[in-house]
Each structure stands twice: as structure tokens, then as C-alpha cells.
């Protein structure tokens, strides 16, 4: 039980770390079997570089159905000085619309059809797994 605590902590400050965009530490994790194996963690591409396309994707997917914007800003993981400027360009291009009584911002129908075509690009790219070679 104690190493679960120490792998969760490990885990939290890695986590900490990643947000920061700096985390290259090591923590042990349980497979299936039981047996501990070592899992290396980078956060060096996985969120620090993402392409305006991306961002604007997580945006609209997380505001799908309402969402505030803290909601927004941790789905998306942007601060909220980047959320602020991109919602401005979202909803001066219909993307996304602000319901002021709930005070949430939703995504528009123009915003969803974003959504799809970026889905299918992203799908069209996509390698082809060894399996399906």
C-alpha cells in the first residue's frame, strides 16, 4: 500500500511538472500481471507543441453541449490568457457563441462542422497500423 502512495505522488509531481512543460521523470506503474515496470514519461511533445488547428479543436470539443470557461481552460489546457484570446477569434468567426443567462460558451453548428472535418482530416492522415498492412 505504501508504494501506491509513493507511485501517486510520483505520478501528481510528474503531472505538476508536465503542465509546467518540463517533466522527463520516471515512475513505476502495476500492469495487468501485477508486475512493476518502469514507464518513461515526456511531456515534450505530446501538449507543448500543438498546432492553432489543435487548440481550436480541444476548444470546441470541450464547450460542445455548454461548458464555462474554467471548464474550457482545463479541457484545453491553455492559461487563461491564451483562453481569452482565442475565444474572442472563435466567436468572431461563429465558431462558438457565448449564452450570456448561463454565462457558458457553446458550440455553434458552423463550430461542430469544424469539428467533423478536422476529425476526418486527422482520420485520412493517420498511418495505417501494422495490421491493417
Known amino acids: 500500500?505504501?508504494?501506491?502512495?509513493l507511485i501517486l505522488k510520483a505520478l501528481l509531481a510528474c503531472f505538476i511538472k508536465w503542465r509546467k512543460?518540463?517533466?522527463t521523470q520516471k515512475f513505476l506503474t502495476r500492469n495487468s500481471t501485477n508486475i512493476l515496470k518502469i514507464v518513461n514519461t515526456y511531456s515534450d511533445h505530446s501538449l507543448k507543441y500543438r498546432s492553432r488547428t489543435e487548440i481550436v479543436?480541444?476548444?470546441?470539443e470541450?464547450?460542445?453541449g455548454g461548458a464555462t470557461k474554467t471548464k474550457?481552460?482545463?479541457k484545453a489546457f491553455l492559461s487563461y490568457?491564451?483562453?481569452r484570446e482565442y475565444l474572442s477569434v472563435l466567436i468572431e468567426n461563429n465558431l462558438l457563441q457565448y449564452v450570456e443567462g448561463s454565462q457558458t460558451y457553446k458550440t455553434t453548428e458552423k463550430g461542430l462542422n469544424f469539428l467533423k472535418m478536422n476529425n476526418e482530416i486527422g482520420e485520412?492522415?493517420?498511418?495505417?497500423?501494422?495490421?491493417e498492412r
Do not use: W
Open 1 to 5: 500500500m505504501k508504494l501506491d502512495n
Open 21 to 23: 512543460g518540463f517533466c
Open 57 to 60: 479543436a480541444m476548444i470546441l
Open 62 to 64: 470541450a464547450a460542445n
Open 72 to 74: 474550457i481552460m482545463y
Open 81 to 83: 490568457a491564451q483562453l
Open 124 to 131: 485520412l492522415l493517420q498511418t495505417p497500423s501494422i495490421k
